[in-house]
């Protein structure tokens, strides 16, 4: 006999949701984010992944706490902060997503095809947009296939990093950053030199602000945490897993990212690692296997091609809902038979092209990075507001949000100015857009009003 008792809707176990954390964090950071974090401390840096791993603990405490605090969940919700502190939190997100997806993008090229990595990362950005507009997400099985991947490619890493020796004139006891070092590095080895990374190797002093902003640089894999929180009803227990998961993901992204720093140090010494645009391959071709290091650059292609992906659609989708509200230009919200939004696709698609092919992996990353502390320190300052919040909240949203201001400013100066710049502008635009729309047609005093909210 055949039942028509509807199916209850699937949901997410907690143990998926880890899943899905761990691949929010296995992408363009562990494959890229080491080398400038070498450029700025040198032997060092290592001590920067542990500062990262506390402060992404500190922004999971919070996002916590604000999901168990009010119905509103995680995000911010109008009454949080003044308004324009939601509209920065709203745009600074969008902003940290595009400049990720440039980021994963070049990481990709360089990965993919060493001598040409520009027309690579150019055709992946434009394969990704026509894979978004086709409505296609990356699923939890595939995350589960990810984070396994990753986690077999990386203990072949650090098996051969810790097994090899530095190249000589690269002694990885050396706590120099080698500043001036890099173009003499590449020139030794016939690897053409970042200029990117020489900038931020001159840029940045050997001492605690160079560990300060290797931190900032490591960071950037924890980016993409926000991504449990925003599974939202889909999770079967929502406020445990927004809890736990993440704060899984981040103790097990420290520990593989220290195990890496030392293997890289060990294999390619700080030097050398800081001029590399490619660590992970780099570091098994310097160990003689050439197969191995196919395997590495297959993995990275595969996490950078999932990274792009995910924070591109994320972006477009995040864009959209502020268009449909009156918060960015109306023609960004229009959508397609699919129902995905493909004009913010396409538009945020040639933004990701244009960041690429301008400014380079490194800059994306460091532009993500401070756009994301932005929005992490609004998140902070909302649990500062909250009426009764307990003291240890308390403390960790102060320390949290301290620490990200902190990390933000020491960024190198070019991209904490070009950051700043693309926050103005976009805050801007969010603002004009708002009171257009607001002038137009007046909104219910009762009616959403929160840009984060809607572009959660």
Same mark, same amino acid.
């Given at each position: 006999?055949?039942?028509?008792?509807?199916?209850?809707?699937? /949901?997410?176990?907690?143990?998926?949701?880890?899943?899905?954390?761990?691949?929010?964090?296995?992408?363009?950071?562990?494959?890229?984010?080491?080398?400038?974090?070498?450029?700025?401390?040198?032997?060092?840096?290592?001590?920067?992944?542990?500062?990262?791993?506390?402060?992404?603990?500190?922004?999971?405490?919070?996002?916590?706490?604000?999901?168990?605090?009010?119905?509103?969940?995680?995000?911010?919700?109008?009454?949080?902060?003044?308004?324009?502190?939601?509209?920065?939190?709203?745009?600074?997100?969008?902003?940290?997503?595009?400049?990720?997806?440039?980021?994963?993008?070049?990481?990709?090229?360089?990965?993919?095809?060493?001598?040409?990595?520009?027309?690579?990362?150019?055709?992946?950005?434009?394969?990704?947009?026509?894979?978004?507009?086709?409505?296609? /997400?990356?699923?939890?099985?595939?995350?589960?296939?990810?984070?396994?991947?990753?986690?077999?490619?990386?203990?072949?890493?650090?098996?051969?990093?810790?097994?090899?020796?530095?190249?000589?004139?690269?002694?990885?006891?050396?706590?120099?950053?080698?500043?001036?070092?890099?173009?003499?590095?590449?020139?030794?080895?016939?690897?053409?030199?970042?200029?990117?990374?020489?900038?931020?190797?001159?840029?940045?002093?050997?001492?605690?602000?160079?560990?300060?902003?290797?931190?900032?640089?490591?960071?950037?894999?924890?980016?993409?945490?926000?991504?449990?929180?925003?599974?939202?009803?889909?999770?079967?227990?929502?406020?445990?897993?927004?809890?736990?998961?993440?704060?899984?993901?981040?103790?097990?992204?420290?520990?593989?990212?220290?195990?890496?720093?030392?293997?890289?140090?060990?294999?390619?010494?700080?030097?050398?690692?800081?001029?590399?645009?490619?660590?992970?391959?780099?570091?098994?071709?310097?160990?003689?296997?050439?197969?191995?290091?196919?395997?590495? /650059?297959?993995?990275?292609?595969?996490?950078?091609?999932?990274?792009?992906?995910?924070?591109?659609?994320?972006?477009?989708?995040?864009?959209?809902?502020?268009?449909?509200?009156?918060?960015?230009?109306?023609?960004?919200?229009?959508?397609?038979?699919?129902?995905?939004?493909?004009?913010?696709?396409?538009?945020?698609?040639?933004?990701?092209?244009?960041?690429?092919?301008?400014?380079?992996?490194?800059?994306?990353?460091?532009?993500?990075?401070?756009?994301?502390?932005?929005?992490?320190?609004?998140?902070?300052?909302?649990?500062?507001?909250?009426?009764?919040?307990?003291?240890?909240?308390?403390?960790?949203?102060?320390?949290?949000?301290?620490?990200?201001?902190?990390?933000?400013?020491?960024?190198?100066?070019?991209?904490?100015?070009?950051?700043?710049?693309?926050?103005?502008?976009?805050?801007?635009?969010?603002?004009?857009?708002? /009171?257009?729309?607001?002038?137009?047609?007046?909104?219910?005093?009762?009616?959403?009003?929160?840009?984060?909210?809607?572009?959660?």
């Amino acid at each position: 006999m055949v039942s028509n008792v509807p199916r209850p809707p699937y /949901r997410i176990p907690s143990t998926t949701a880890v899943v899905v954390a761990l691949a929010a964090t296995f992408g363009t950071g562990l494959y890229a984010a080491l080398a400038p974090a070498a450029a700025s401390a040198g032997a060092w840096f290592p001590l920067g992944v542990v500062l990262a791993g506390l402060l992404a603990l500190g922004v999971v405490a919070s996002t916590a706490h604000l999901a168990t605090a009010r119905p509103a969940g995680p995000e911010l919700v109008r009454g949080d902060l003044p308004g324009p502190a939601l509209r920065l939190g709203a745009v600074s997100r969008l902003v940290s997503r595009t400049a990720a997806a440039a980021a994963a993008a070049g990481v990709f090229g360089a990965y993919v095809l060493p001598s040409r990595p520009e027309p690579v990362a150019v055709i992946a950005v434009l394969a990704v947009i026509g894979v978004n507009a086709a409505g296609v /997400r990356v699923s939890p099985g595939a995350s589960r296939g990810l984070v396994v991947g990753t986690l077999l490619v990386l203990a072949l890493v650090i098996g051969v990093g810790l097994l090899t020796n530095a190249p000589d004139g690269s002694d990885p006891s050396s706590a120099m950053p080698a500043a001036t070092a890099g173009t003499a590095v590449a020139e030794a080895d016939g690897t053409p030199d970042d200029p990117v990374v020489g900038t931020l190797q001159a840029a940045v002093e050997p001492g605690p602000l160079g560990v300060l902003t290797a931190a900032a640089f490591v960071f950037f894999a924890f980016t993409g945490l926000s991504r449990v929180a925003e599974l939202g009803g889909s999770l079967r227990d929502p406020m445990r897993a927004i809890r736990r998961a993440p704060a899984v993901a981040v103790l097990v992204t420290t520990t593989l990212l220290l195990l890496l720093s030392a293997a890289l140090l060990h294999g390619l010494g700080p030097a050398r690692l800081a001029e590399s645009a490619t660590p992970l391959a780099s570091l098994m071709d310097t160990g003689g296997s050439p197969a191995l290091g196919v395997l590495v /650059r297959i993995a990275a292609a595969a996490a950078t091609a999932a990274a792009l992906l995910g924070a591109l659609s994320r972006a477009a989708s995040g864009a959209a809902r502020l268009a449909r509200d009156g918060e960015l230009p109306a023609f960004l919200g229009r959508g397609g038979s699919r129902g995905t939004p493909w004009v913010a696709d396409l538009v945020l698609g040639g933004l990701t092209v244009a960041v690429t092919l301008a400014f380079g992996p490194v800059v994306a990353i460091a532009v993500s990075v401070g756009s994301a502390l932005v929005h992490h320190t609004l998140l902070h300052a909302a649990v500062l507001r909250l009426p009764g919040r307990p003291g240890t909240a308390a403390f960790v949203a102060g320390a949290g949000g301290t620490g990200c201001v902190l990390l933000a400013a020491v960024l190198p100066p070019w991209p904490l100015l070009a950051t700043a710049a693309l926050l103005v502008a976009a805050w801007g635009l969010s603002t004009v857009c708002s /009171r257009s729309a607001a002038a137009r047609e007046p909104r219910a005093e009762s009616g959403p009003s929160d840009p984060e909210e809607r572009a959660a």
